[in-house]
Structure formats: C-alpha cells, structure tokens
C-alpha cells in the first residue's frame, strides 16, 4: 500500500497547482484567490493554476464559489463563504487521488516547506505518522489503535 509523508522540516502540504489537480480528481469545482489583511478589510485576487508562493506567509483561499467582490470588512456578513478544506491526516495519506497527484507532479507537488514522498508499507496494514516539526516518519503492524 502506498502512503505519502512529508520528509522535511515544515510540514505536509501540496503546491498551489498539485492542490487545483486534486480537487479535479475529486470532482471539485474550485475557485482559488490570494488573500491579504489588512486592517480590518480583506483583499482577495483571483489566481490561477500558474500561481507559485513565493513566500510561506502568502494565504491562498480555496473556495467553493466565487467571491461577489474582491474586498470584503470584518463587519460583513461572510457566511457566504465556503472553504474546501481537503483532509491529509491519517488513513487519507493512503487516497488513491492524492497518490496520483503526487506520482504525476513529482517535485512540482511540493511547495516551499514540503517534501512529499511516497513510501510503501504492506497492505493490509494499519498505519500511524508520527511528526517532528513537519517531519514524518510512519509505525505500520496490525492492530495499532491510536497513538
């Protein structure tokens, strides 16, 4: 069975385009903009799947729907909004669409402070990740429970 960890000190997290392509996979019709505080005003622009962080404080929103405007105050209502928000914790590092993302961007699935890698445990087996400051490392056997 294959499963990804990250293998370096950061954390586990896919690049903007690796991101947009999994959600493809999914089914998941996505609207992805670059948001920015400021004050009490957020400023959002639309960006597409050429889009690189060039740094780790950049926040970059993935929504269900596209904004009505660009620029929205803390005093707004925003119950609008609806985030994707795809879960990489446990048995879903083992996601057969995850996987093939990985395997198809290689290296270009990796942001700034990640380093994905598949590894492979038998199958059958349970699994647990164990991290360090973002680096992974994985217990796999039968019967493990919980950590």
């Known amino acids: 069975m294959k499963i990804i960890l ?6 586990f997290e896919l690049s903007h385009v690796a991101y947009l392509y999994l959600c493809e996979l999914k089914g998941i019709d996505v609207h992805s903009y670059l948001a920015e505080s400021k004050d009490d005003t ?7 799947k050429s889009y690189k962080k060039s740094n780790v404080f950049e926040c970059v929103w993935y929504l269900k729907n596209e904004l009505p405007k660009m620029e ?3 005093e707004e209502n925003w119950d ?12 879903n590092r ?4 995850l996987i093939r993302t990985v395997e198809i961007f290689g290296e270009a699935a990796n942001p700034i402070y990640s380093k994905l890698t598949i590894v492979e445990i038998p199958d059958g087996n349970d699994f647990i990740i164990h991290e360090n400051d973002g680096f992974e490392s994985v217990v ?8």
Do not use: R, W
């Open 140 to 147: 796999y056997g039968q019967n493990l429970g919980k950590a």
């Open 80 to 91: 609008f909004l609806e985030h994707i928000d795809l879960d990489f914790d446990g048995a």
């Open 94 to 97: 083992a996601d057969l669409d």
């Open 42 to 48: 957020y400023h959002f622009k639309k960006i597409d």
């Open 72 to 74: 929205l105050s803390l």
């Open 6 to 11: 990250n293998k370096c000190f950061g954390g």
